[in-house]
């Protein structure tokens, strides 16, 4: 039986891995994951497990029972599974969520890679360096804590959180205050606040499918050379980056986001470079195969 495409063969010596989520069928991980371990040569299989709230904390024993060497951890699971944890990076406890999980010999520790695999993205896919960036970051929820933690360790200029509910953005910049400059606005100054700033990224589900008539914001706002960045990757191109490439804005899509927060699963469990073309790949051909 082959899982992992021609060349993968499961066998006594595969190594399991897998994502968790509620739901988590429509998961693009298992392609990319299988596709990586084929590149790489690692005898690896990834699978996409259904685990509700009651299931959670069995899931984690199975963990342990069955030496499964990785996983990754989605919506809902990804704060209730830190006290399911023997240990926390120091960067998911900051930020209060793990999405990746490493089993060393039964000893399980929680990492979180999805602000960090963002910044990875947006560094090597739009903007070299962040130093002395004014950003202005829509949104404060999950994804949004993540990104401003990665962020936030750049050396930005100023940060600028500007959400719906402006309890949340100040809570949010209050958390971070101690790493960098940031300020939170509430929705009705985000015109001004896309005025006066180098990049603008939204980490709303403003634009996401089925919604794709939909934009965070008025596209006038935005300044010419302007990085615009959206963390939604279906579709891959949003009413936000299509209306900001129209003014003349540097964009970025939220693909990079989702290949490199898998890449660095992937380096913490194997230990190897990540093949990032191949997962990028074989997750556009994916998504292009669906729209
Ligand atoms: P979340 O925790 O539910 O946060 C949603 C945020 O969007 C909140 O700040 C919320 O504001 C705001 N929001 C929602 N609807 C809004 C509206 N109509 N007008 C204004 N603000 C609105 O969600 P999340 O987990 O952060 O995920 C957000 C998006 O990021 C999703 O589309 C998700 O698919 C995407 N994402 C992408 C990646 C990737 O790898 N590229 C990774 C993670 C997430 P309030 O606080 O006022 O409710």
Redesign the pocket.
């Known amino acids: 039986m082959t899982i992992a495409g021609e060349g993968n063969r499961i066998n006594s010596h595969t190594t399991l891995y897998g994502v968790i989520g509620d739901p988590i069928h429509h998961s693009k991980s298992p392609i990319m994951m299988n596709r990586a371990f084929r590149e790489t040569g690692i005898n690896g299989a990834y699978m996409a497990f259904h685990v509700t709230n009651d299931q959670l904390s069995g899931f984690i024993a199975g963990v342990r029972a069955m030496g499964i060497r990785g996983v990754n951890v989605t919506?809902p699971h990804k704060l209730d599974v830190m006290e399911l944890l023997d240990e926390i990076d120091d960067g998911a406890r900051t930020l209060g969520a793990v999405n990746t999980i490493v089993n060393n010999n039964g000893r399980l520790t929680g990492y979180n890679t999805?602000g960090i695999g963002y910044v990875r993205s947006l560094k090597e896919e739009a903007v070299s360096s962040l130093e002395g960036k004014r950003i202005v970051v829509i949104?404060?929820?999950?994804?949004?804590r993540g990104l401003v933690y990665a962020l936030s360790g750049e050396k930005p200029g100023r940060m600028t959180i500007v959400?719906?509910?402006v309890s949340?953005a100040a809570e949010l910049a209050e958390t971070f205050s101690s790493r960098a400059d940031i300020a939170a606005l509430p929705?009705e100054s985000l015109k001004d606040a896309c005025q006066d700033a180098d990049i603008v990224i939204n980490?709303?589900?403003?634009g996401?499918y089925p919604n794709t008539a939909a934009s965070?914001l008025d596209a006038s706002w935005l300044r010419e050379g302007t990085v615009v960045s959206d963390?939604?990757?279906n579709p891959l191109k949003t009413k936000l980056l299509q209306e900001a490439e129209e003014r003349g804005c540097i964009i970025h899509g939220?693909l990079g986001?989702?290949i490199y927060?898998g890449a660095y699963a992937f380096e913490y469990w194997t230990g190897k470079p990540a093949p990032t073309a191949a997962m990028r790949e074989v997750v556009m051909d994916a998504l292009l195969g669906q729209a």
Do not use: E, H
């Open positions: 919506i999805d949104g404060a929820g999950g994804a949004a959400n719906r509910s949340k929705l980490t709303t589900m403003i996401m965070p963390i939604v990757y939220g986001m989702f927060q």
